[in-house]
């Protein structure tokens, strides 16, 4: 399935994520300033074009060093960390702890008492013990970073059909920021995983999703990075 946040003449859901608009609170992660359109999207594939790195997690001097990520984790954290950076709204249909709770969007309140001062990170090391990593520069994205982590724990591959809807693969929908979800991917042989790709149906076509790419690129050929 390909997935896209894009235009905001369908949102409900475009490219991506629920992009409906959320209440303001003054404990809000960030404030709603911006609404989603076509220019807002075409901003979006662009950064993702520039911005996103494969070491925006591990490299110190990033702003987002230690967070722990997954392949869905990384789709959601981009458009979030955009949204952040431009005071757009962000909101999934995914909630915070089952059907009960409020959905996961940038208005909550959990996360008031959390300081945006942030002088160390705790990570796991390539061992996987837990450390403690001293910051030579302080952050000032904490109760950012704190949101990010928490929305990590409660989505996955599983909540990605959930929060987006399927796209034409076509120049025109086929950009940067694009999620690419691969149905049973971690269960597929090459040849399977080959035959997916090519043909867009997987062996098991009520498989759920097993694997996340964010579109980064597409090359003049066609070909997608």
């Not at 909550?108 to 837990?130: E, H, K, L, P, Q």
């Not at 520069?137 to 109760?143: A, D, E, F, R, V």
């Not at 042989?189 to 964010?214: K, M």
């Amino acid at each position: 399935m390909l997935a896209k946040i894009s235009k905001l003449k369908k949102y409900v859901l475009m490219a991506g994520f629920t992009l409906a608009s959320a209440s303001v609170s003054h404990a809000a992660v960030w404030a709603n300033k911006n609404t989603w359109d076509e220019n807002w999207e075409n901003r979006y594939s662009q950064w993702v074009e520039t911005n996103i790195t494969t070491d925006m997690f591990t490299n110190v001097t990033s702003p987002y060093f230690g967070l722990a990520t997954d392949c869905a984790d990384l789709t959601y954290m981009a458009r979030a960390i955009f949204a952040h950076e431009n005071s757009l709204p962000f909101v999934l249909n995914t909630r915070w702890g089952g059907s009960g709770t409020d959905r996961i969007s940038n208005s909550t309140t959990r996360f008031d008492r959390v300081s945006d001062t942030v002088t160390s990170v705790r990570m796991r090391d390539d061992s996987g013990n837990m450390r403690t990593v001293q910051l030579s520069t302080p952050l000032h994205n904490g109760k950012l970073r704190a949101f990010l982590a928490a929305m990590g724990g409660q989505v996955g591959t599983w909540s990605i059909a959930q929060d987006t809807y399927p796209i034409s693969i076509d120049k025109n929908e086929l950009r940067p920021g694009v999620v690419y979800a691969r149905q049973g991917y971690n269960h597929m042989s090459v040849l399977e995983a080959i035959q997916t790709f090519l043909t867009g149906t997987p062996p098991n076509p009520d498989a759920r999703a097993g694997h996340a790419l964010l579109v980064h690129n597409i090359r003049k050929s066609g070909a997608i990075e």
